[in-house]
């Protein structure tokens, strides 16, 4: 046996924890494009969507973009995906287009 540690060697995080090298109150690493951890703080903070109720049957949504000037991306649910779009106007107003799939009800709440 070698003293190389392997890339799949999982040693180095006995003892560790998990979310040890997560920010505070997220369970998910931004360190790592393939975490998809950017994708759901995104997700949530930015496309503002966030399940309400089991099986994202009824979800909020509340965009936060920020300074950008739109932002889009779609919301896996059981019963299909939510597909979102905020536009900054003119007027600084957010104009929101969202779909959702039947069965998932969707509270905009403007900011």
Known sequence: MGETMGATDHSLLVGQGIGVHCYVAYQYSFCHGWASGPTAWLSQH????????????????????????????????????????????????????????????????DL
């Open 46 to 109: 930015v496309l503002g969507v966030k399940p309400v109720e089991p099986g994202s049957t009824r979800v909020v949504v509340s965009p936060k973009l920020g300074h950008l000037r739109w932002a889009e991306g779609s919301y896996p649910t059981p019963l299909g995906p939510i597909h979102v779009r905020h536009e900054r106007q003119a007027d600084v107003s957010i104009k929101s287009d969202i779909r959702a799939p039947n069965g998932v009800t969707v509270d905009l709440q």
